[in-house]
């Protein structure tokens, strides 16, 4: 994407929300867009498109002057408010797939389409199938490659908190219980049981990124053994 900035040009590229998978990503991408841009009030519903109040068609209004300038002044707060609209959906439209834009094909309020596609992915079921796709992931599932596992891991767990929103201390696991699922993942591949019995043996587990971090560095200790091992043959 183009964007023109002091009469400079910037490419950057931005997230195209294909599945619920990549939601996560499109939701903060976007958002952070909209926000730099101006138009977050609108696409949030807190600035609504004025309205003309009803004191300006009441016949009792005796001064026409008076009501003549209220009434250009709210058709150009409407103009306003209809331009920010309309870049709003300029920005959000294009970061749709395909099957996304053809189901909001004929939405024409940003808010409408940002509400609508919060509670499409968003909802107590998405909650649950993140509950589901972290319990089930397993450093197997991912060719074990702890990178990609980790990854996954990492990124499944800032979705469900995103998802559950302000609720999700409630909602989303514990910081032991994330460590023993990361933990409980490792598991599914034989050699890496010394490791998850050193974290099963401590009385305090971990943080989870702790983990994360002592993971990737032993495969990587893994790896370079590896290829001494085979220089050495």
Avoid at 6 to 15: C, I, L, M, N, W
Avoid at 203 to 221: G, H, I
Wanted: contains cysteine; proline residues 3%.
């Amino acid at each position: 994407m183009i964007i023109k900035m002091s009469d400079e040009k910037v490419y950057r590229s931005y997230t195209v929300l294909t599945s619920p998978k990549n939601w996560a990503a499109f939701k903060i991408d976007a958002k952070v867009e909209l926000i730099a841009r101006g138009h977050w009030q609108i696409v949030s519903g807190n600035k609504c498109r004025p309205q003309q109040p009803s004191y300006l068609s009441s016949s009792s209004i005796k001064h026409t002057t008076l009501q003549a300038s209220a009434s250009i002044s709210l058709t150009n707060e409407q103009q306003d408010w209809d331009d920010h609209n309309g870049q709003a959906l300029a920005i959000l439209l294009p970061r749709l797939g395909k099957k996304y834009r053809v189901q909001y094909a004929t939405v024409t309020s940003a808010s409408a389409l940002w509400e609508a596609l919060c509670n499409q992915h968003e909802t107590p079921m998405r909650r649950f199938d993140l509950v589901l796709e972290l319990a089930r992931l397993t450093l197997a599932g991912c060719n074990n490659d702890i990178n990609v596992y980790s990854s996954k891991f990492l990124c499944l767990r800032g979705e469900q908190i995103l998802v559950n929103g302000y609720d999700h201390r409630e909602n989303n696991f514990t910081e032991a219980q994330l460590v023993m699922l990361y933990i409980s993942g490792l598991q599914s591949n034989p050699r890496w049981e010394p490791f998850v019995l050193n974290f099963m043996q401590n009385e305090t587990l971990p943080s989870l990124e702790m983990v994360v971090c002592l993971s990737r560095e032993e495969q990587r200790f893994r790896s370079k053994q590896k290829r001494l091992a085979k220089r050495r043959a």
